[in-house]
């Protein structure tokens, strides 16, 4: 020990820090805009430590496949087009479906025959947002992707440039944004919530149901309740707020994407009824109370980033009291989303 008392410092503690998976987690992800990707738009993503191509066809349908052209890999966001719900290489034209299977050979004057097709990526919209399915093993989806929200009674605004934000290149795991859930303390210092008072109980924390791959997480009233669709889809639901009517209510999305073991792309998006009293509410941009709660939300996403750029993410944290109950069934939960993860233990 280097000081005089027992008490080690974090360098002496075996296996403290360093996000304990390499492996990218298993879950959906959100990889663009429902409302960016228009048919025949062709894009590059790199995501999961891969490289995607993602494009619209004409059909309407989004489709994300790995980026390599399984006839001599060019890369198919970088030239390629679209040719009805399919994308034609720059190379030498061969033409590919949405399965990811070949269409064309154009030497050949028809489909080609070599064994060889190109991996897709299960996708869905909803709620303005393009997911995918990412899976280390290959699995088919192990669970639906977050449900539309727009239907029913309420008249949101639309997910646009108005409405939605996002961040590219950002020092955080998606793991961290999830932890946060249950991190009371952070929600003073961070998001400088002013309803918590600083000593803490543990009536301050939220129930918890994480039974499934959908972690159920209901704040103490009247603040919010949260899903977490694996560690990728956040959905948070803010509710009106007694005596604060320009608190406006909403459901706000909040995902992140990996890049790779250090990266990840964050996206925001905020569901919101119009303020009808205030001025310019006849327009698609959100206007008083609920460009309030844009504006709100776009700040509160992005007040833990530079916590996180800079953290050593803690294996064994300094628990207060009360904390590590909660973040280790958080931490329990989220193991499930790592192949790594689960092998251990099988092996173990
Ligand atoms: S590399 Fe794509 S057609 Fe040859
Ligand atoms: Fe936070």
Not at 9 to 15: C, K, M, V, Y
Not at 51 to 66: F, L, P
Not at 129 to 153: F, M, Q, S, Y
Request: charge should be negative; hydrophobic fraction near 35%.
């Amino acid at each position: 020990m280097s000081m005089e008392n027992d008490v080690p410092i974090l360098e002496e503690i075996p296996d403290a820090v360093g996000f304990p998976y390499t492996v990218m987690p298993t879950g959906w992800f959100q990889v663009g805009w429902s409302h960016e990707l228009k048919a025949g738009d062709v894009r590059a993503l790199k995501y999961f430590k891969q490289q995607q191509v993602m494009y619209r066809g004409e059909d309407g349908q989004a489709v994300v496949m790995s980026a390599f052209c399984a006839h001599f890999g060019a890369h198919l966001a970088h030239g390629g087009r679209v040719e009805g719900c399919n994308i034609v290489c720059p190379y030498h034209g061969w033409t590919w479906g949405p399965d990811g299977r070949n269409i064309m050979a154009p030497s050949e004057g028809k489909a080609s025959e070599a064994r060889r097709r190109i991996k897709r990526y299960p996708t869905v919209e909803t709620c303005g947002i393009i997911w995918v399915w990412h899976d280390a093993l290959n699995r088919d989806p192990l669970w639906p992707a977050p449900k539309e929200e727009r239907g029913g009674d309420k008249k949101y605004l639309p997910i646009n440039e108005h409405t939605a934000y996002g961040w590219t290149n950002v020092t955080a795991q998606p793991q961290y944004v999830t932890e946060n859930l249950v991190d009371i303390d952070h929600f003073i210092y961070v998001h400088k919530n002013t309803f918590i008072s600083p000593q803490r109980s543990e009536s301050d924390y939220p129930e918890l149901d994480l039974d499934g791959p959908i972690a159920y997480v209901k704040a103490k009233p009247p603040r919010a309740t949260a899903e977490a669709h694996g560690v990728g889809a956040m959905v948070v639901r803010v509710p009106e707020f007694p005596g604060k009517p320009w608190r406006f209510p909403a459901i706000v999305f909040s995902n992140t994407t990996p890049i790779d073991n250090e990266k990840s792309d964050m996206f925001g998006c905020v569901l919101v009824e119009q303020d009808m009293n205030a001025e310019g509410c006849e327009g698609d941009a959100p206007v008083g109370g609920a460009l309030k709660r844009v504006e709100e939300q776009k700040l509160q996403q992005q007040a833990d980033f530079e916590i996180w750029a800079n953290m050593v993410y803690m294996r064994r944290p300094a628990y207060g009291r009360f904390e590590g109950k909660y973040f280790l069934k958080m931490r329990r939960w989220a193991e499930q989303f790592y192949p790594e993860a689960q092998a251990g233990a099988k092996a173990g």
